[in-house]
């Protein structure tokens, strides 16, 4: 009686512990296939953000926001404009010709003038591009203000936004264009 006693006692602890086994091997094959299933989950993250452009001159930051105006009709004295440069308007640089500045964007944008019948005779010319940036150009013939349109953001790699801007020269052959502006799409 001993024997069976014993034997039963550890049939007893045995069938317990292949039950804890089983309860185990089961919680494990449930935690693998959640996580294979958590690896073929993708999550995409979007930031909204608005269109923005930035204009420097001069080394100084000119401008931020969705419309940088370069040029302002009837301006005899320089302009204040956020950030640490100045802006000379045409009315305080007499026999101005050209104007060089440098643009960085999250989107397409577009230089345009108020003055139509001008939109011909002005030159748009991009002198250089920065490290991380890229050029991405489009015609601009269908519209009778845009001057130049850029199709897309300017970055092409990170970076600063300086590092990312496009350095543009705008010409004009006499009278300079009574406004001039930089217009994030």
């Given at each position: 009686m001993?024997?069976?006693?014993?034997?039963?006692?550890?049939?007893?602890?045995?069938?317990?512990?292949?039950?804890?086994?089983?309860?185990?091997?089961?919680?494990?094959?449930?935690?693998?296939?959640?996580?294979?299933?958590?690896?073929?989950?993708?999550?995409?993250?979007?930031?909204?953000?608005?269109?923005?452009?930035?204009?420097?001159?001069?080394?100084?930051?000119?401008?931020?926001?969705?419309?940088?105006?370069?040029?302002?009709?009837?301006?005899?004295?320089?302009?204040?404009?956020?950030?640490?440069?100045?802006?000379?308007?045409?009315?305080?640089?007499?026999?101005?010709?050209?104007?060089?500045?440098?643009?960085?964007?999250?989107?397409?944008?577009?230089?345009?003038?108020?003055?139509?019948?001008?939109?011909?005779?002005?030159?748009?010319?991009?002198?250089?591009?920065?490290?991380?940036?890229?050029?991405?150009?489009?015609?601009?013939?269908?519209?009778?203000t845009?001057?130049?349109?850029?199709?897309?953001?300017?970055?092409?790699?990170?970076?600063?936004?300086l590092?990312?801007?496009?350095?543009?020269?705008?010409?004009?052959?006499?009278?300079?264009?009574?406004?001039?502006?930089?217009?994030?799409?």
């Open positions: 001993t024997i069976q006693f014993f034997w039963g006692g550890a049939t007893d602890r045995f069938g317990t512990m292949m039950r804890e086994g089983r309860i185990v091997s089961v919680s494990l094959c449930a935690l693998g296939l959640a996580w294979s299933a958590a690896a073929d989950t993708v999550h995409k993250v979007r930031f909204a953000q608005d269109a923005r452009v930035l204009v420097w001159q001069n080394d100084a930051l000119i401008g931020d926001g969705a419309e940088i105006v370069l040029l302002e009709p009837l301006s005899d004295a320089p302009i204040d404009i956020l950030g640490d440069g100045q802006l000379d308007p045409l009315g305080a640089v007499p026999h101005l010709k050209a104007v060089t500045f440098e643009v960085a964007s999250n989107s397409g944008f577009v230089i345009e003038t108020l003055d139509a019948d001008m939109v011909a005779s002005i030159s748009v010319r991009v002198i250089d591009q920065a490290a991380n940036a890229q050029l991405v150009r489009r015609s601009a013939n269908n519209s009778n845009v001057v130049f349109h850029q199709a897309t953001k300017t970055a092409i790699r990170p970076g600063s936004p590092s990312q801007s496009l350095t543009i020269e705008v010409t004009w052959p006499e009278k300079a264009p009574s406004s001039l502006t930089v217009r994030a799409l």
